[in-house]
């Protein structure tokens, strides 16, 4: 059965990584498996047929014969459960992997998409000034915590995992704020991410995507 995700037709950060898809391409990429990507408009994204596979109208979706998930921690667990290659052979390995999956999208990532919108959308907004070095203290806060569990380990707990494999992606989405580079243990640990071969074939994958619509003008 064919793997299809649904992916923008047009990427809001033009193909840099940070849309969500790339986190479910990666995972894949890393298990070996083919799939197909199905590009969607932002009107297409509301329309009742996305709608159907994605109540919330966003991206990406995963179908897989009857299957069809949403959410990218819920899609790359899956993935992750069924083929090998992101997930420790021991239960309690594959436990603590899942625990760091959750931790990356509960626990690191709010902060930095709160980060994100207070510096996008909200500074014009009078309370801007006062605002944005709370949330910035919060974002350090909990990368603080990560640094002193991570130490001078490669990956969080032993082997590279889907744990790893999402908490890279949310850290990535700090690189254009300059704070990742505040936290070089952490900077490191990115980039030990980003240097692996199915991460380069992920995000070449959607940058392609979005590069070629560039050089058509659309």
Do not use: C
């Not at 959308?121 to 944005?132: G, V």
């Amino acid at each position: 059965m064919t793997i299809v995700l649904t992916a923008f037709e047009r990427s809001p950060d033009g193909g840099k990584g940070l849309a969500r898809d790339t986190r479910v391409r990666w995972a894949l990429e890393e298990v070996g498996q083919p799939y197909e990507v199905r590009l969607l408009s932002f009107r297409a994204m509301k329309e009742a047929a996305h709608l159907a596979l994605h109540p919330f109208g966003q991206i990406p979706t995963y179908q897989e014969g009857g299957l069809t998930l949403f959410e990218t921690g819920a899609i790359v667990l899956h993935i992750a459960q069924r083929h090998a290659g992101l997930l420790p052979k021991d239960a309690d390995g594959r436990a603590r992997a899942v625990s760091w999956m959750f931790a990356a999208v509960n626990t690191i990532e709010p902060p930095i998409l709160e980060l994100q919108t207070a510096r996008l959308f909200e500074r014009d907004q009078p309370w801007h000034a006062d605002r944005l070095p709370l949330v910035e203290d919060r974002v350090r806060h909990r990368l603080e915590q990560l640094v002193v569990r991570l130490g001078d380990a490669d990956w969080l707990d032993g082997a590279f995992s889907a744990g790893d494999l999402m908490m890279v992606s949310v850290l990535l989405r700090l690189r254009s704020s300059g704070i990742l580079e505040e936290f070089p243990v952490l900077a490191a640990y990115v980039a030990r991410g980003e240097a692996r071969p199915a991460y380069r074939r992920a995000f070449a994958a959607q940058w392609a995507v979005n590069a070629g619509r560039r050089e058509n003008g659309t």
